[in-house]
């Protein structure tokens, strides 16, 4: 081959080289505008053909209700970018048809090439526009930024993906709040660690998952967001079939849990955030190995007050209902009831249904204070010797916290608890007890006894020995 010719075949494969590239190239860009596109509206999108239907909400008849919005259809050429067309049919504003059939919003034909870009990641769309904040001035008040705020997010927020909103002018995020005068929403950007961390420290600590697997992050509003984790399998992979999803919210300075959830256990009763006492009926669906649901009940700052089992389905997800007995905390506060199933392999926690729960606390036991007696009889080394003969004596305790108080007499000696006798039960006044008990003329030799019941618990304290010839 001799030189020429040998230069034409390095340039043949050189021009077809470019070709390729510059194909792989716009192919390139075409799938990274696409990905950063959120998904398609859920109405109606043809009617086919070269066009498409796209959704834009503005306000309808008086002007009462700023985040009040109604739907109106616009067929448009078709395009993969349905959220950028979408918008860039809102920034149209209303029709002279459509005006006049009461639609009234800020935006308009001045407004209509507005649009730079809309892009969507994490559940957050963000949309940035041109400053069209000198071409609808009133939209700063306060009617007006709520007014312009819910059309724009109706209109994002129609796409199933989008679960919160951000805007900029030229990329100015502060700029466009500023103008509405109104604070803007918090940067979830580089948070996704925060929450995986917080998420993952609730089941080891409070599920009681061993080495969860952490999947995606979920922005579902400004300052909530969702994590998936998935439990292991024997041999320490993750188990995508069994994935439990945690709920968080943003406050504080970090990242708390607000509830756990799995497909597999799904709870009826206790609701988020129920006052419970014990023992509390639970109520729901489940599916598990042999059927079996584990309840715990955690207190906030004691750990595990409680734990019992109850019957769902083992080969389908069927109803379970069943009480729970745990040990009240002596004070009101709040803890968690958490659901779950153990892996038939090796016992862990494999996933869990968590509900947020409050306690009453429980009341305190009676407080028996001071006790004294009529006639003031001398207790002797803490014998109280009665007079020869039948007569009375009239005992007065001081009480709180009970709803009954008895007075009994038990024989001295061992093994005597069963012989006690009910001298009476005692008349309430001011605080007090008060029992005046006729004692017979027979020997006596005994204890006396005073025993308080309350909502709290039972207290009962021997004031002093009974003598009687």
Do not use: C
């Not at 409680?306 to 729970?324: A, K, N």
């Amino acid at each position: 081959m001799n030189t020429v010719s040998k230069r034409r075949l390095w340039a043949t494969i050189g021009a077809l080289a470019g070709v390729v590239l510059v194909a792989v190239g716009v192919t390139f860009f075409a799938i990274r505008d696409r990905a950063a596109e959120p998904g398609g509206p859920p109405g109606p999108t043809p009617p086919g053909g070269d066009t498409m239907v796209v959704r834009v909400y503005f306000h309808q008849g008086e002007a009462d209700d700023p985040a009040r919005v109604a739907p109106l259809e616009r067929t448009v050429p078709r395009s993969e970018q349905v959220a950028t067309a979408a918008l860039g049919q809102l920034l149209a504003g209303p029709t002279a048809a459509e005006r006049a059939a009461g639609y009234h919003s800020f935006f308009s034909s001045a407004t209509a090439n507005a649009l730079i870009s809309v892009r969507a990641a994490n559940g957050v769309a963000r949309a940035d526009f041109k400053d069209f904040s000198r071409i609808i001035p009133n939209a700063s008040s306060s009617y007006g930024s709520a007014a312009l705020l819910a059309e724009l997010d109706a209109t994002l927020k129609q796409f199933p993906t989008v679960k919160s909103t951000v805007y900029s002018f030229e990329g100015d995020v502060a700029a466009f709040y500023e103008w509405l005068q109104v604070s803007p929403p918090t940067d979830d950007s580089g948070q996704d660690a925060a929450v995986t961390e917080a998420a993952r420290a609730f089941l080891t600590d409070v599920a009681g998952m061993n080495r969860p697997v952490p999947g995606p992050v979920t922005r579902t509003g400004s300052g909530t967001a969702e994590a998936t984790f998935y439990s292991r399998t024997p041999d320490g992979q993750p188990d995508k079939a069994l994935a439990t999803i945690v709920s968080l919210r943003r406050g504080g300075g970090g990242w708390s849990v607000t509830g756990t959830r799995t497909a597999n256990i799904l709870v009826d009763q206790p609701r988020a955030g129920q006052a419970i006492t014990s023992p509390v009926t639970v109520t729901g669906r489940a599916v598990a190995f042999e059927g079996t649901v584990t309840v715990r009940v955690l207190a906030d700052g004691k750990g595990e007050i409680g734990r019992g089992f109850v019957t769902g389905g083992g080969d389908v997800i069927r109803p379970f209902s069943g009480p729970v007995t745990f040990t009240p905390p002596s004070a009101a506060g709040s803890g968690w009831m958490v659901f779950f199933e153990e892996s038939a392999a090796n016992g862990e926690v494999i996933n869990a249904t968590s509900v947020r729960v409050s306690f009453a606390g429980q009341p305190a036991a009676p407080t028996i204070g001071a006790v004294t007696w009529q006639p003031p009889i001398p207790a002797g080394d803490g014998w109280l010797r009665l007079p020869d003969g039948p007569g009375t004596l009239t005992v007065t305790a001081e009480v709180t916290g009970a709803g009954r108080v008895e007075f009994y007499s038990t024989p001295t000696g061992t093994e005597t608890e069963s012989l006690a006798k009910l001298l009476g039960t005692g008349v309430a006044q001011n605080g007090a007890w008060t029992l005046t008990w006729a004692y017979p003329n027979e020997p006596l030799l005994a204890h006396f006894t005073v025993v308080a019941i309350g909502p709290g618990g039972r207290t009962e304290i021997m004031p002093f020995n009974l003598y009687h010839d």
